[in-house]
């Protein structure tokens, strides 16, 4: 989901904005929060696995789902978007199907340790391991909650033919889904500085065809290990098929709105970032400011030592503008020698001694 790809979306926490911002003050306490409650969730699972138990009714099944949910969050997949270097993993399916095999809460602490586990070979940063574990951890307990108040978790003792048990399932997948882009989207809002509902309209959908349409593959590998174990692989390669698919869509973006010659943004990608960062600047009174420029005499280099030295002096240029503009600055390639930087929030002063 922006595994923020998890199974979900895991946030990048990156900052746009130079010190001094209200964004990245507040975002440390936005994330502690977040933790705070993933570790109330894990408290209580433990509570309830306690008096409970914490065998399930099939442990290889768990042990498979479980094992399958850490190797897709291992090796996620990254979202192409400009400005964006948040993850995708298919791992929210097995998460959601240990909700129906673990009793209790224990996919609470499955998916927590998972995630966990994960970011830590992935060499995650301490905050961004934290907030990852506590949004999944907290949006499975939600999660689990609805299926225990519907009478849904144990899906073989469930009338298979009662509308309420649809009713629960579907209600379960829209607060797991909804739980953690909320909570991506308060960490987005306070980096960016812009309003929780304007980036939760931008990001809801964004992850809707991967995330959002795994959920529902949890309850399917649970009744097929369950009645026929023999056709789980045929099933998991469903969860394949979509991260086959969001990989090759991610693909077709990064092709539609990165300069193929220097990785930059290219004309449209460029308009459609700046329009929204105007957007947001108007609605914060910020100033932003443009930067463009082409290059004198470049064509006496195509004309006199060939188009693969134009071709290398590009790329130079390109890394220069990379290297010595802010993070949160857009750099674009306009198409042959011509360049623009996007700069927000930055004075006139900074602007002309940047140029």
């Known amino acids: 989901m922006p595994h923020p790809g998890s199974g979900t979306e895991h946030v990048s926490l990156r900052v746009t904005r130079s010190d001094g911002a209200w964004g990245p003050r507040l975002l440390p306490a936005i994330v502690a929060g977040v933790v705070a409650a993933g570790v109330l969730a894990c408290v209580h699972a433990v509570a309830v696995g306690s008096s409970e138990g914490w065998v399930p009714n099939a442990p290889w099944l768990a042990g498979v789902l479980f094992a399958s949910m850490v190797i897709a969050e291992v090796r996620p997949l990254q979202t192409i978007r400009a400005g964006d270097d948040s993850i995708i993993t298919v791992s929210l399916a097995y998460s959601c199907a240990l909700a129906f095999v673990l009793p209790g809460f224990g996919a609470t602490l499955a998916v927590a340790a998972g995630t966990l586990f994960a970011d830590v070979v992935n060499r995650t940063a301490p905050q961004k391991a934290a907030f990852n574990t506590a949004m999944m951890a907290l949006s499975l307990h939600l999660g689990t909650s609805v299926l225990r108040a519907g009478g849904a978790q144990d899906l073989t003792a469930a009338d298979p033919w009662d509308p309420m048990l649809l009713v629960t399932l579907l209600t379960a997948f829209v607060v797991i889904y909804s739980a953690a882009t909320i909570?991506?989207?308060?960490?987005?809002?306070?980096?960016?500085?812009?309003?929780?509902?304007?980036?939760?309209?931008?990001?809801?959908?964004?992850?809707?065809?991967?995330?959002?349409?795994?959920?529902?593959?949890?309850?399917?590998?649970?009744?097929?290990?369950?009645?026929?174990?023999?056709?789980?692989?045929?099933?998991?390669?469903?969860?394949?098929?979509?991260?086959?698919?969001?990989?090759?869509?991610?693909?077709?973006?990064?092709?539609?709105?990165?300069?193929?010659?220097?990785?930059?943004?290219?004309?449209?990608?460029l308009e459609q970032e700046a329009e929204a960062g105007l957007d947001r600047a108007?609605?914060?009174?910020?100033?932003v400011v443009v930067l463009l420029m082409d290059l004198n005499r470049f064509k006496v280099i195509n004309d006199t030592w060939g188009h693969h030295a134009g071709d290398e002096v590009i790329v130079e240029i390109a890394r220069r503008l990379r290297d010595r503009m802010p993070t949160a600055a857009l750099v674009a390639r306009l198409g042959g020698d011509e360049f623009a930087v996007v700069l927000v929030d930055a004075s006139s002063e900074a602007a002309v001694e940047m140029a």
């Open 183 to 269: 909570l991506v989207a308060l960490v987005l809002s306070a980096v960016e500085e812009d309003s929780p509902i304007a980036v939760l309209r931008r990001d809801f959908f964004s992850t809707l065809p991967s995330d959002g349409m795994l959920l529902p593959l949890g309850p399917v590998l649970v009744v097929v290990g369950t009645h026929d174990p023999v056709l789980l692989p045929l099933a998991m390669v469903l969860t394949a098929v979509v991260h086959t698919s969001t990989r090759i869509s991610t693909e077709r973006e990064r092709d539609a709105t990165e300069d193929s010659l220097t990785g930059l943004l290219n004309r449209r990608a």
């Open 282 to 287: 108007a609605r914060s009174g910020r100033r």
